[in-house]
C-alpha cells in the first residue's frame, strides 16, 4: 500500500565501546517529503543512516519500503585512481570491468543520470580533478541509478560552495517532487535546512524533535533542543 510509511524505525539503538550511538531511536518517515536530519557533531546522524542501510549493528528494528540510495558523507575510494567520472559510474552499472571498455547501454544511462544533475559535461572528467561541488552531483547521480524511492545524503553540503549548494538542494527537492521520493539530508548546520524542508527530526543520541519545519525552526526551539549551541546556526542562516 503506498500509503505505507517508507522507513519505520522501531527502538534503533547503536552501541559501541558500551556508549549508546544511537539511544532508542523510533521514527516513521512518509513518502514524497524533504526531510532534515540535524543535530550537532557526534550525535550519532550518520551512524543512524548505517543502521538504516544495514551497515552497522543495532537493536531494534528497521522496515523499509522501497529502494534506498545513499551518498556517503566522504568518499571511500581513492581519488588518483586513473578514472573518469563515465568509468567510476559505470562500476556499479555493469558486470564487466570497466578496463574492457563501457557498454553502450551503460554509456547511454550514465549520460541519462548525469543529465538529471546537470553534469553531462563531466563525463569525461577525470575523477581526481573534480571539485566538491562536482564530486556532489556525481554521487547524487551515482545514488539516483536504481531510481531509490528513499534518499539518505549525509552532509552534501560540506565543502559545497553555497552557489553549488543551492543548485544541489534544487537537484534533491525535484527528485522528491518528480518521483514522489523521499530524501533525508544530514547536517549539523541549520543553515542547511532550507525554505524547501517539509520535516525535521532533531538527534543527539536520542530522538529530541520530529515535526513540521515551519513549526520547529524558531531559534527557542532549536536552542532548547541544541542546549543553547549557537554555533549550530551557521554563519549564513537567513529566513
Known sequence: MATDPLLVCEHVTVTAGGR?????????????????????????????????????????????????????????????????????????????????????????????LLDAVGARKLARAHLGGLSGGELQRVMLASALQDQPELLLLDEPAAGVDIEGEATFNDLITQQVREHNATAVLVSHDLSVVSDLTD?????????????????????????????????????????
Open 20 to 112: 549508546k550511538l544511537v539511544d532508542d531511536v523510533s521514527l516513521e518517515l512518509p513518502r514524497g517529503k524533504l526531510i532534515a536530519l540535524i543535530g550537532p557533531n557526534g550525535a550519532g546522524k550518520t551512524t543512524l543512516l548505517r543502521a538504516i542501510l544495514g551497515l552497522v549493528k543495532y537493536d531494534g528494528r528497521v522496515r523499509i519500503n522501497g529502494r534506498i540510495g545513499y551518498v556517503p558523507q566522504r568518499l571511500q575510494y581513492d581519488r588518483t585512481l586513473p578514472m573518469n567520472v563515465m568509468e567510476f559510474m559505470a562500476l556499479t552499472l555493469q558486470k564487466r570491468p570497466v578496463a574492457f571498455g563501457v557498454a553502450s547501454r551503460v554509456k547511454k544511462r550514465v549520460l541519462e
Open 199 to 239: 520535516q525535521v527530526v532533531c538527534l543527539n543520541q536520542s530522538l529530541k524533535c520530529v515535526g513540521d519545519a515551519k513549526d520547529l525552526l524558531t531559534a527557542e526551539r532549536i536552542a532548547e533542543v541544541f542546549g543553547g549551541h549557537k554555533a549550530v546556526y551557521g554563519h549564513h542562516h537567513h529566513h
